[in-house]
T-cell receptor, first 114, second 113 residues
Framework: GAVVSQHPSRVICKSGTSVKIECRSL??????MFWYRQFPKQSLMLMAT?????????EQGVEKDKFLINHASLTLSTLTVTSAHPEDSSFYIC??????????FGQGTRLTVV | AQSVTQPDIHITVSEGASLELRCNYS??????LFWYVQSPGQGLQLLLK??????LVQGIKGFEAEFKRSQSSFNLRKPSVHWSDAAEYFC???????????FGKGTRLSVIA
């Protein structure tokens, strides 16, 4: 299947700093990527839809100024958690879907804000 | 609203026993259906998918799933479970195009000797 690479896999940052997470589709072009957040022992919650060359679409309740998404190319989307706080600690997963086909997921990023 | 329901939060089976994980969906039309598996601290791996055609689909690692329109179900099965199958399993659905997946809450599978 298609490969989606997410980096870093783990990051620890101090409260108030910003963290950038990268999501790359390695062997296909993705005009749309999706960012999910997963709390321990829970399911994946869609945060936003990232569209190449245009603004991201955020789900209700997700702060667009805190979770900045940039989809600058057909193979790269980034999620920046700005002014991170301990409550932002979570597992973040990106996904890219081949149109009319399956979605493929990155390995996830464990963010810990101290 | 579109939704996916996995009624079982946690299932324990003995190694070598058969397995069935339940999934029900609520969508306006027949959605695309998926099963994914997640090991702790990892991303999701696609086990199998159903778009149309044969309602019994085969996946990786010996898994299969059957789409039943009358029951709005897409249950995952495996005839003989291995200890390495212990993980979290997610059923998901979406519509055509490039829409995001809607996930069930997941079922945690434990395998005992």
């Amino acid at each position: 299947g298609a490969v989606v690479s997410q980096h870093p896999s783990r990051v620890i940052c101090k409260s108030g700093t910003s963290v950038k997470i990268e999501c790359r589709s390695l062997d296909f072009q993705a005009t749309t990527m999706f960012w999910y957040r997963q709390f321990p022992k829970q399911s994946l919650m869609l945060m936003a839809t990232s569209n190449e060359g245009s603004k991201a679409t955020y789900e209700q309740g997700v702060e667009k100024d805190k979770f900045l998404i940039n989809h600058a190319s057909l193979t790269l989307s980034t999620l920046t958690v700005t002014s991170a706080h301990p409550e932002d600690s979570s597992f973040y997963i990106c996904s890219a879907r081949i149109t009319d086909s399956a979605a493929f997921f990155g390995q996830g990023t464990r963010l810990t804000v101290v | 609203a579109q939704s996916v329901t996995q009624p079982d939060i946690h299932i324990t089976v003995s190694e070598g026993a058969s397995l069935e994980l339940r999934c029900n969906y609520s969508y306006g039309a027949t959605p695309y259906l998926f099963w994914y598996v997640q090991s702790p601290g990892q991303g999701l791996q696609l086990l199998l998918k159903y778009f149309s055609g044969d309602t019994l689909v085969q996946g990786i690692k010996g898994f299969e799933a059957e789409f039943k329109r009358s029951q709005s179900s897409f249950n995952l099965r495996k005839p003989s479970v291995h200890w390495s199958d212990a993980a979290e399993y997610f059923c998901a659905a979406t519509s055509s195009g490039n829409t995001p997946l809607v996930f069930g809450k997941g079922t945690r599978l434990s395998v005992i000797a």
